[in-house]
């Protein structure tokens, strides 16, 4: 991961059109090929982004300073560096992924054995499907074949939304996948995760926990 600190404006040309004025910002370029630029609020969620497959080029001569991020669809992302305060980059490795509590482990499992909880004709096609950035809870399909992705939380929120739609963007590229859909499976979702999921079509479903042991009723609530 490369971490830069600079004076920037950035501007981005592709379906729309976005500026952002001269700003001391934070640029991350990660080694799957994504940039993102972030303010020093906003908690996680950067002020523009190009996500991969992209390519990243630093301008020589006149256009020293500026870097230009192409992605496949032609889009551009171009920064424009007035003063640089910090550029470093540093070797992560291969994360092992988010350990999840002992409650979200239990539903990933009861899930998948009951994997027709979701529909009717759902099959599993394996729990814990490795990704390059991590495993995806359940990967199924649903009665008519098609590819479904499911993501579990004990609280459903933003960032397990977000998380569910990284990995889609790249289950979505394997042609023995795609059309792959996503499923946000939780005890509780919070309203902002629903619109959120529900914008990006995804399914949300709560989980009843006592239900899928078998001690209550056991149907989902599909929303």
Avoid at 100 to 115: T, W, Y
Avoid at 194 to 210: E, F, H, N, Q
């Amino acid at each position: 991961m490369r971490l830069v600190i600079a004076r920037c404006s950035v501007d981005y040309a592709g379906r729309l059109t976005a500026h952002l004025p001269s700003a001391p910002r934070l640029i991350l370029v990660k080694a799957d090929g994504s940039v993102s630029i972030h303010a020093d609020d906003r908690a996680y969620k950067p002020l523009n982004w190009m996500s991969p497959p992209c390519t990243l080029k630093e301008g020589t001569g006149d256009q020293e300073g500026v870097w230009t991020v192409v992605n496949k669809a032609g889009e551009k992302l171009i920064i424009t560096m007035e003063e640089v305060l910090h550029d470093s980059s540093h070797e992560l490795g291969i994360d092992p992924g988010l350990i999840k509590d002992g409650v979200e482990a239990h539903l990933q499992e009861l899930l998948a054995d009951r994997i027709d909880t979701l529909g009717e004709g759902y099959t599993l096609i394996r729990r814990e499907y490795m990704t390059a950035i991590g495993p995806v809870d359940i990967l199924c399909r649903d009665a008519s074949g098609a590819t479904v992705a499911v993501e579990i939380k004990r609280r459903g929120e933003i960032d397990g939304v977000e998380q569910l739609t990284r990995y889609l963007e790249l289950l979505n590229r394997d042609p023995h996948l795609a059309p792959v859909r996503g499923v946000f499976a939780a005890q509780e979702i919070k309203p902002q995760a629903r619109v959120l999921a529900t914008d990006r079509g995804m399914d949300c479903v709560v989980l009843d926990y006592d239900a899928l042991r078998g001690i209550e009723d056991d149907k989902l609530r599909l929303f």
